[in-house]
């Protein structure tokens, strides 16, 4: 198994091929496209990571429930958990159920624990499920994003919560690891498991050859980052394979065919009811 964590990955990634794509997030609701290059991807998991450790007191093991949408901010949070030795929980916004089992956790406005986290953590959640998760007793900090285009902040900002946009802004480019976060330390739990970093860079490698991606693919995902798959196609193996990755939220299928020429799609995962007629284009899941 490789001893290495996702925040490796990044790194090598940065340091081979700073500025192609690396992350494209189109929302179909806003007409919004986002584009990061590795270099620019990587300054926001370090401003987030700086955050996390400086301004929420994170250490490693601490565990971070992801209330998020699936967005290019919801990749860097989970790099950025990574890359400060943090266990990322992320559990979308269909806050009724538990991502991985559809069973109800009960927790939404109840103080009870979020699935599969035990104990307290720090809560970020998207504005739109802000005003149901701010009443959760466990939560020691809560982040909101508004996930503006723009880097706009909170519409409205509930007392006791870090708005990320305006708090973000504020940190460093450049983050050093703790000398404590290893990456045989616990990195995601999804669907009642969890994984190291080292395992999850291990599952990332073994996805990416399995799909067979290399730095020529472009892969178009439509599912969240409350599965381990999702983590995989969605951020680890295009990541650890020279691939980008192009995340689409509020899906119109009107769009798809042209966004796939477009963006030079070679691959899609989770996207309904479309298939390429020439076979150019792979259906992964």
């Not at 300054?43 to 429930?65: F, H, I, M, Y």
């Not at 009811?273 to 020439?278: F, L, P, V, Y």
Request: charged share 20%.
């Amino acid at each position: 198994m490789s001893m290495i964590g996702p925040a490796e990955l990044l790194r090598r990634r940065v340091a081979d091929d700073p500025s192609r794509p690396l992350v494209t997030f189109y929302d179909d609701a806003t007409g919004e496209r986002v584009e990061l290059s590795a270099r620019t991807f990587d300054n926001w998991v370090s401003k987030t990571a700086n955050l996390l450790v400086d301004g929420l007191a994170a250490e490693p093991g601490t565990r971070v429930v992801l209330a998020l949408p699936p967005h290019w901010q919801s990749a860097a949070w989970l790099m950025a958990c990574w890359a400060a030795g943090l266990e990322a929980v992320p559990v979308g916004t269909d806050l009724g159920t538990d991502p991985g089992t559809g069973d109800d956790p009960g927790w939404i406005g109840s103080g009870t624990e979020p699935p599969g986290t035990p104990g307290p953590y720090i809560l970020v959640a998207a504005e739109e499920v802000l005003d149901a998760v701010t009443a959760d007793r466990d939560a020691e900090e809560i982040v909101g994003l508004s996930l503006h285009a723009l880097g706009g902040a909170l519409a409205e900002c509930p007392a006791g919560v870090v708005d990320y946009a305006v708090e973000v802004r504020s940190y460093g480019d450049r983050f050093t690891p703790p000398p404590d976060a290893t990456p045989d330390a616990p990195a995601l739990s999804v669907t009642k498991t969890t994984l190291s970093g080292a395992r999850l860079v291990a599952e990332a490698i073994g996805a990416a050859e399995k799909w067979d991606f290399d730095a020529r693919d472009r892969v178009l995902v439509d599912m969240p980052y409350t599965t381990l798959e999702g983590v995989l196609v969605g951020l680890l193996s295009p990541l650890a394979s020279g691939a980008s990755v192009i995340i689409q939220r509020n899906f119109d299928k009107a769009s798809l065919d042209r966004r796939a020429t477009l963006e030079h799609v070679t691959a899609v995962a989770g996207v309904p009811g479309w298939n390429d007629a020439s076979g150019s284009v792979r259906r992964l899941l």
